[in-house]
C-alpha cells in the first residue's frame, strides 16, 4: 500500500530481511481493513536496533520506545485506550535481552497487545554482535572464536510463561507472515511473533531458511503438542501457529469495561472537585 509510505531514506543494508518483515506489515493493514480494523485503530511503537527503523517507513500513528521498552510501552497505551489495537516491533536483543522482563510479564498478565520480533540472531545495528538467539558457534566482533552459549528458545519460553497466540514467520514467506500478523493482532490476548530475518552482513541466513523452513499443516491442538513442537530440533523448521487459545485479558480483568480515553470527567468536573477539596478543607 503505497499510501502507507512516508518518504523517509531507508537505509536498511540491500537485501535485508526486514523489508520482508516491512511488506508483510504493509499488506496486513490492507487486509485489517477489509475486516473492519481501520488503520487509525492501529498503534505501533519500536525498539532501538534495526528493526525500529520500520516505524520511520511505515506511515502508522505510534511512539519511538527505548532499547527493550516497547513491549512496556504498548501496554501502558493498550490500557489507556483499550478501543486501540497496538502492535509492538522489536529485535531478538531488544525483546529477548534488554525487554526480556517486560515480554515475561505482558505474556504472564496476558496483555492484549501483539508484539513482532525480527529475529536475525545478531545486533546488527552495533555490528554483529551475537544475541540471546545466536546459534552456539557464530563468530562475530563480541565472540570471535564461536559463541559458547546455546541460543534462548522463545517460543517454549513464552509459552511457559503464559502467552495465548505463539507463533513463528519467516521474512522469505512475505504472504504467510502477513496472516501470522493478522491473526495476531486480531487475537484477544498476548500475542507474539518471532520472525526468522536474515541479516545479509552479519549473519545470512536466507539459503539455510529458504531450504529447512516449512510451513505448519495445522495448530497443535494442546499445550504439550506445541511445546514439543517448539522445542523440536530436526532438520525442518517449522513456521506457523505453534499455540492459540483464550484466557481473560488484563485490561478487562483489572478494568472492565472502562476505557479512561473516554470515561473521564471533563475539564470543569475536575475542577468543579478540586475546588470542593479546596472548600473542605
Request: charged share 20%.
Amino acid at each position: 500500500m503505497d499510501d502507507l509510505a512516508t518518504g523517509a531514506e531507508n537505509t536498511w543494508c540491500p537485501g535485508c530481511g526486514n523489508f520482508g518483515i516491512m511488506a508483510a506489515l504493509t499488506r496486513t493493514v490492507g487486509m485489517l481493513e477489509k475486516r473492519g480494523i481501520p488503520r487509525q485503530n492501529l498503534v505501533l511503537t519500536a525498539g532501538i536496533g534495526c528493526h525500529g527503523k520500520i516505524f520511520d517507513y511505515i506511515g502508522l500513528s505510534g511512539v519511538y520506545s527505548l532499547h527493550g521498552r516497547s513491549v512496556a510501552t504498548v501496554q501502558g497505551i493498550k490500557l489507556a485506550n483499550p478501543a486501540l489495537m497496538v502492535v509492538a516491533f522489536c529485535g531478538d536483543g531488544d525483546a529477548y535481552g534488554e525487554g526480556l522482563e517486560h515480554l515475561i510479564f505482558a505474556a504472564k498478565r496476558n496483555a492484549d497487545i501483539a508484539v513482532i520480533v525480527h529475529n536475525n540472531g545478531v545486533y546488527a545495528l552495533t555490528v554483529g554482535q551475537y544475541s540471546p538467539t545466536t546459534e552456539k558457534g557464530y563468530k562475530g566482533p563480541s565472540t570471535p572464536q564461536g559463541s559458547v552459549e546455546e541460543p534462548l528458545n522463545p517460543l517454549s519460553l513464552l509459552m511457559e510463561a503464559g502467552a495465548t497466540f505463539v507463533a513463528r514467520g519467516y521474512a522469505g514467506k512475505i504472504d504467510h507472515l502477513a496472516g501470522l500478523i493478522v491473526q495476531a493482532v486480531e487475537h484477544r490476548g498476548f500475542s507474539i511473533v518471532d520472525v526468522l530475518q536474515p541479516s545479509v552482513v552479519f549473519n545470512n541466513t536466507y539459503q539455510e531458511y529458504n531450504r529447512r523452513t516449512e510451513v505448519l499443516a495445522a495448530t497443535p491442538e494442546t499445550y504439550d503438542a506445541a511445546m514439543k513442537l517448539a522445542r523440536d530440533k530436526g532438520d525442518k523448521i517449522p513456521i506457523g501457529v505453534f499455540l492459540q487459545k483464550d484466557r481473560p485479558v488484563f485490561h478487562r480483568a483489572l478494568m472492565g469495561d472502562r476505557n479512561p480515553a473516554v470515561d473521564r470527567p471533563s475539564r470543569a468536573e475536575k475542577a468543579r472537585r478540586v475546588q470542593d477539596i479546596l472548600d473542605e478543607s
